[in-house]
């Protein structure tokens, strides 16, 4: 199994907090950092000093980093010209000697759409679908020959698709908890299908999909990396667990069956259990990227005990 930091940046993080964040994790032997892709704070706080740009703070994570994977969980649809993001994405590869992924979705915060100016079409998934098939495709597309796509959304026309990725295949994610149209999309373009912020019966039936989407396309599913994405608090004792409860925003007296929330051993338990159902990869999203303290306790006590 492995274990990727998973960040929320918007909710207030300069670029030196995600890097010493990053460093942290790479140091501590954590397989990936990943980030969000948002532009505005969610639920309390103020956000400051405001948003960082994904895309941006990855490519310097790439030249100061040296073995992490290095994405995003999600980039969101909304926010990119598919032709432009496979150019970012395949230098920010190149920038890390081929240790980017790719996580990539509908988008769904309209309200940061609105702030920022960033049209919000009430129907996604087929701008998904078309920028997952560009991406994909100017990517391999052999050196010397061009790509072109005609579809609702977009077209392109003899593209040199260029430049490409260090990578022979950059990873990407597809995530999300629709009951039809992202199976088949993880199935159909995908290395990777997450579910985040579910119980454990939910993640069990979201795999059971997806494995029979992956049957339905003619892909053996065994070539689709499953994974999970929870909250995670761990602690020793009752006060930091509390403390670290509230700076990522919940109560912990609050059910917990979506998170990884408890003591090193409650957490090592479940995270046995989401081994057990078929998960590979897990990211554990800490919201306090300047609790380094955190990073540290749970690659001691927690991924030590699982891996």
């Avoid at 290095?70 to 230098?91: D, E, F, K, M, N």
């Avoid at 509908?106 to 087929?126: C, D, L, N, S, V």
């Avoid at 070539?223 to 761990?234: D, G, K, Q, W, Y």
């Avoid at 059910?255 to 408890?262: S, T």
């Amino acid at each position: 199994m492995q274990f990727c930091a998973f960040t929320e940046p918007q909710q207030g993080a300069d670029y030196d907090t995600q890097l010493a964040h990053a460093q942290r994790a790479e140091q501590l032997g954590f397989d990936g950092w990943f980030r969000s892709d948002h532009y505005m704070v969610m639920g309390g706080g103020d956000g400051l000093p405001g948003p960082t740009e994904a895309w941006t703070t990855l490519a310097g994570l790439a030249r100061e980093t040296s073995r992490l994977r290095l994405g995003t969980l999600v980039s969101s649809a909304t926010y990119r010209v598919p032709g432009i993001l496979a150019i970012q994405v395949a230098q920010v590869d190149a920038m890390s000697h081929g240790r980017v992924e790719l996580g990539l979705g509908t988008g769904w915060y309209a309200a940061e759409h609105a702030a920022y100016g960033i049209p919000f079409p009430e129907k996604r998934f087929g701008m998904l679908e078309e920028q997952l098939a560009i991406v994909t495709g100017l990517w391999a597309t052999p050196a010397g020959a061009t790509f072109s796509f005609e579809g609702e959304h977009y077209s392109l026309l003899d593209s040199p698709a260029l430049p490409k990725p260090a990578q022979s295949t950059v990873p990407v994610i597809v995530g999300g908890g629709g009951p039809r149209r992202t199976p088949q999309l993880a199935a159909r373009y995908a290395t990777e299908f997450n579910i985040g912020f579910v119980d454990e019966a939910t993640i069990a039936q979201k795999f059971a999909t997806v494995r029979a989407a992956c049957l339905e396309e003619a892909r053996d599913p065994a070539t689709l990396r499953l994974s999970v994405a929870l909250p995670t608090i761990v602690a020793d004792d009752e006060a930091t667990l509390r403390r670290r409860c509230a700076a990522a925003g919940f109560d912990p007296g609050s059910a917990h069956d979506a998170r990884l929330v408890g003591t090193p051993t409650q957490v090592a338990a479940k995270l046995e259990r989401l081994r057990a159902l078929g998960a590979e990869r897990v990211y554990l999203q800490t919201v306090d990227m300047t609790d380094l303290y955190h990073l540290d306790l749970i690659a001691r006590e927690v991924i030590a005990r699982v891996s």
